[in-house]
């Protein structure tokens, strides 16, 4: 594998980088709930300022919606300003906010004020339709605010998107030192030590499908939970109450190697309202229960797959761990593959709400690694097209 990274690249001094990075993090009343992907971007940025580059930071955070006009709304609750203050703290270094346009005489002259080594955050690119269009003429005046490019956004490296994608045409272009690791991590999944064991969870199975599918000749067994467990368990002729699993969904289940997919054997289930929590033999769900977690035999059944194994992946939590009483599932899964890793096993983590439960278990540490990419890794393990690494990695 060959990756093309800013390392290699010489004569950054004095250069305008333009870094496209992913500060996409969750925000509450204005302050960080969860920075790991702000702290991801930190080694590579510090690597620039050392090497007295102009540091040009583009992200995205949340998805705008915009009016018919093609202007975005909501803009205040999804400025990136909050992360900006955030990042100066953890640089213990100023860095500059420019929320003027794209495009306009106001960032330029900005831009071309800057000293070497000064770090500067753009407003959220997502506030622009050109961004999500891929569209030429906007990855044309984006690159021009910069001289080199670097790619460090692994999470939105799947998206065809104009500052992951059509930029490259515009600058000379590199991968960043968190792309070269993220991939690398998890190209050792592509070829991993036997018993290989995936946790496979979180709310959706349709953007799961190709990634159980990929992983079911890869892995000896696929442990599945959250809505994931859901349609297997109804493809099996068990009942899951009010639980979602649509009958696409449970067709989609049913094309799957049920083989090696390990399902829930008890679970943990409640009303709408979340008034009284049991627990429940898969398949004796009542017509108006849902499911929220795995039950404590399950949790049994699957530490012995994942203590058994040399090589453990986890994306999805498998309950709704936002709520305390049914994140127990969640967090022992988290707890057993750290109590694992970086030893008797190689354990990858990956996805934005997986590395929140994770940290909920303060074993972040003990894992292998942890991926910036939730929907990335899923496409990058499925073999799926990823705009964002064409042309910087082989």
């Not at 649509?246 to 799957?256: F, R, S, V, Y």
């Not at 990956?350 to 994770?358: D, F, K, N, V």
Request: proline letters at 4%; hydrophobic letters at 45%.
């Amino acid at each position: 594998m060959r990756i093309k990274t800013i390392t290699a690249a010489h004569n950054l001094a004095g250069k305008k980088v333009l870094v496209r990075v992913d500060f996409n993090v969750p925000l509450k009343k204005g302050k960080i709930v969860e920075s790991y992907k702000i702290t991801a971007n930190l080694p590579l940025i510090k690597y620039l300022i050392k090497k007295e580059a102009k540091v040009i930071l583009v992200s995205h955070l949340g998805e705008p919606v915009f009016t018919t006009a093609g202007k975005a709304k909501e803009r205040a609750s999804l400025s990136l300003e909050p992360v900006a203050k955030s990042l100066a703290k953890m640089l213990n270094k100023k860095v500059l906010f420019c929320p003027q346009p794209i495009g306009s005489q106001d960032l330029k002259k900005q831009i071309t004020g800057l000293k070497d080594g000064q770090v500067v955050l753009l407003e959220n690119i997502r506030f622009y339709e050109g961004e999500t269009k891929n569209k030429k003429s906007f990855a044309k005046s984006l690159a021009a605010l910069g001289d080199v490019y670097v790619n460090n956004a692994f999470a939105v490296s799947h998206r065809d998107h104009a500052s992951v994608s059509a930029i490259k045409n515009y600058l000379p272009s590199y991968a960043g030192t968190l792309i070269e690791e993220e991939v690398l991590a998890l190209a050792k999944l592509m070829h991993p030590q036997t018993p290989f064991v995936a946790v496979i969870g979180g709310a959706k199975i349709d953007t799961k499908v190709a990634l159980i599918k990929k992983l079911s000749k890869k892995a000896d067994f696929v442990l599945v939970g959250g809505a994931v467990a859901n349609c297997f368990l109804a493809a099996r002729g068990l009942k899951v109450g009010k639980s979602p699993a649509t009958k696409e969904q449970i067709a989609l289940a049913k094309k799957i190697d049920s083989r090696k997919i390990i399902v829930p054997i008890d679970v943990i289930v409640t009303d709408k309202n979340f008034k009284e929590i049991t627990v429940k033999k898969a398949g004796q769900v009542g017509a108006k229960e849902y499911i929220y977690d795995i039950g404590p035999e399950t949790m049994k059944l699957y530490a012995r797959f994942l203590r058994s194994a040399k090589t453990i992946f986890w994306n999805g939590p498998v309950g709704l761990f936002e709520q305390p009483r049914l994140r127990q599932g969640t967090l022992f899964i988290g707890r057993t593959i750290a109590q694992h890793a970086k030893g008797r096993a190689y354990g990858v983590v990956g996805g934005g709400e997986t590395i929140e439960a994770l940290r909920m278990t303060d074993m972040m540490d003990y894992v292998d690694w942890v991926s910036t990419g939730g929907g990335a890794s899923i496409a990058f393990l499925s073999g799926e097209k990823m705009p964002g690494l064409k042309g910087l990695v082989k």
